[in-house]
Structure formats: structure tokens, C-alpha cells
């Protein structure tokens, strides 16, 4: 999902402070405030990246459920078909003399069937489809919305390295920040 308008604040807060912080001529300063914006698009990339495997994950939802409605309905068509084939059936059993013509109905209505019930397992077959790239995409929204908060952590973390004026938390940030790039790059391997 896309930044909250709080998360948005925050992140312009920690720019401010950040960019007061790197006129002390501290070359700490001035390394963690180019970290801070660094880290805040490849936080902005991630969560644009989460928003659109989110997306992707209902929209293959959708997709199965549209085909599966459209497999319903073709088995009950085939269904439907079934039942006049064998009223056919047994009207031309009965041996009228319509029988021939019955026999002849009864015909076309298997194939009607037969037809019915491919299209029907064909769109079940979308419906698996449909299905597993929902899940892939669901697995990316995961790592993604995980990758984003350690991101999001990174920049706070290095915030830190500012107000107390100590490398141990800029370390730290970046390591945050290589563990949400590869949860990220996970997301898509």
C-alpha cells in the first residue's frame, strides 16, 4: 500500500531534521542524510511495488471468480442437455413413429453436451490459473509489505544516527536496508 499522509509527514519531518542536521559540516551528517534519501525512494519504489502486487492479487481473484460463474453455467447447460438427450432417448425408445427423429434429436443434444462440458472444464481450468497467479502475487504483496516496514525502519533508525551523532545506528539502517532490498528482490525470484 501506498504511504499514509502520517507516514508521508514523518518521512518529510525526517528530511527536515536531516537536512538541518547536514549544515554542522559533520561528515556523519552528511552520510546519513544522503542514506535518509536514498532510503526514502527505494521505501517509496517498494510500497509502489506492494500496492501493484495487491492490485494484481484481486484482480486474478476476480478473474477466477468471473470463470468459474461462466463453468457453473456452461455445467448447467450441459446438465440441461443431458436431460433432453434422455427424454429423446426414451421418446424414441417408446417407438413411435417419430422415433427417428427423436433418435436424431437425442444425437445433437449429446454433442451440445459434450461441447458444453469442454467449454465447462476449459474455464475450470482458467479458474486454477487464475488462481495460482493470485497466490504468486498475494507472496509478493507479503514480502513487499515486510520489505517496506523494514524500510521504513531504516529511515527512522538513521534519524537516530543524526540526533545522537553515532555511526552504530546509520550501520544499523543500513543493514535494515539490505535485508528489506533482498525481502524485496525475494518477492520476485
Known amino acids: 500500500m501506498s504511504d499514509s499522509p502520517l507516514e508521508e509527514l514523518e518521512h518529510h519531518e525526517h528530511a527536515e531534521h536531516a537536512v538541518h542536521a547536514a549544515e554542522s559540516g559533520n561528515p556523519l551528517i ?10 526514502a525512494v527505494i521505501a517509496a519504489i517498494s510500497a509502489s511495488l506492494e500496492t501493484t502486487e ?12 468471473l470463470a468459474q460463474d461462466q463453468a457453473t453455467d456452461q455445467w448447467g447447460f450441459a446438465n440441461s442437455k ?22 436424431k434429436s437425442a444425437t ?21 490459473q487464475a488462481l495460482a497467479r493470485s497466490e504468486t502475487h498475494e507472496v509478493r504483496h507479503g514480502r513487499l509489505t515486510v520489505a517496506s516496514t523494514l524500510l521504513h525502519m531504516a529511515i ?15 550501520i544499523t539502517a543500513i543493514a535494515l536496508t539490505a535485508a528489506g532490498m533482498a525481502l524485496g528482490a525475494w518477492a520476485y525470484l
Open 156 to 170: 527512522a533508525i538513521a534519524t537516530l544516527a543524526i540526533i545522537l551523532q553515532r555511526r552504530w545506528p546509520w
Open 54 to 65: 495487491s492490485d494484481a492479487a484481486i484482480a486474478a481473484k476476480n478473474d477466477a471468480v
Open 30 to 39: 552528511s552520510q546519513v542524510t544522503f542514506t535518509i534519501a536514498v532510503l
Open 82 to 103: 443431458s436431460l433432453r438427450r434422455k427424454v429423446y432417448e426414451i421418446a424414441a425408445d417408446a417407438g413411435s413413429a417419430k422415433a427417428a427423429a427423436y433418435a
Open 108 to 128: 445433437h443434444e449429446a454433442a451440445d453436451e459434450k461441447t458444453a462440458q469442454g467449454q465447462a472444464q476449459a474455464l475450470e481450468a482458467k479458474v486454477t
